[in-house]
């Protein structure tokens, strides 16, 4: 089962029974000072446009529209630790929380989160490195993201190494064919491209994570039938990879244009959409 829901994530969260959820995963804003932006363009070959693309051939683009949202808080800090504090409540007692931030945020939000879940309940310090975009000159371009995995209990949670995608050897031919075939497991550092700005995955969305990343944490860290949270859904990827292998997922997010985004995804898949937090129904 996928639930959407339109509302203030605190307020769904008090609503949800301790214990109930066995894996979060959370993507919450980056705190970037800025708004975040995506917008849509339509190319065509024009020898008078106003944009040069691959052999210098010139295209005329035009705007189809934009998604968005502010990302910016007095306290944010403040702003999450109801949030996280709700979230340890209602993860079931072998569950898990993922914590998705970048370099600006993520040092200030492991103290926090340290303070909720204990130090002993941090497991790893995963880094989801890319490449793509510019180079500065004046510093080493910032090309990777990080994810916080706490367990509540530090002795008892899901891992399911076997599930995991296996990754390529860098030198097959000194581990033998067979095990180059096979493949490696990851480690906690995990290379994966972002979404392709043409590819089908695109959803518009601005901040979109790539399918392939959250149904790694999906497979290792859930068992199928178990009951999924994501309380900044966003484009609702962790919704699509919940789905993808037998899992409910319960996506909130308080953005309109994130809610229709997810709602057009996930069709296929089978979903309920609410604009009011009312989830006690939510099993």
């Known amino acids: 089962m996928l639930r959407i829901v339109l509302a203030d994530n605190l307020e769904v969260l008090r609503t949800l029974d301790a214990g109930s959820i066995d894996l979060i995963y959370i993507d919450p804003p980056f705190n970037t000072g800025r708004a975040q932006t995506r917008v849509a363009l339509r190319t065509e070959r024009d020898e008078a446009g106003d944009r040069t693309g691959f052999q210098g051939q010139r295209y005329r683009t035009t705007t189809l529209g934009a998604t968005g949202y502010a990302d910016s808080f007095d306290d944010y800090l403040a702003f999450l630790e109801p949030r ?26 492991k103290v926090l989160l340290d303070g909720i879940f204990g130090r002993a309940s941090f497991i790893n310090e995963i880094v989801w490195a890319y490449d793509y975009g510019g180079r500065p000159k004046r510093r080493w371009p910032a ?27 860098m030198a097959p031919a000194l581990v033998g064919a067979e095990k180059a075939a096979r493949g490696k497991t ?42 999924l949270l994501d309380f900044f859904a966003g484009s609702g990827t962790f919704g699509e990879a919940a789905a993808k292998h037998g899992r409910s997922c319960f996506l909130v997010d308080n953005n309109p244009e994130a809610i229709r985004i997810m709602e057009r ?19």
């Open 84 to 109: 996280l504090i709700e979230a340890r409540r209602v993860l079931a007692a072998s569950g898990s929380l993922f914590f998705h931030g970048d370099c600006r945020e993520v040092h200030y939000c």
């Open 186 to 227: 990851p480690t906690d550092v995990w290379w994966h491209t972002i979404v392709p700005t043409t590819g089908k995955e695109k959803t518009g969305y601005a901040t979109q994570k790539p399918l392939g990343l959250l149904e790694r944490i999906v497979k290792v860290h859930s068992s199928p039938g178990d009951r």
């Open 265 to 283: 995804r996930l069709a296929r898949l089978g979903v309920e959409v609410e604009g009011k937090a009312n989830c006690n129904a939510y099993a």
């Open 143 to 169: 090309k990777h993201d990080t994810i916080l995995w706490y367990a509540k209990d530090p002795a008892h949670y899901t891992f399911h190494l076997d599930a995991a995608d296996r990754i390529p050897y």
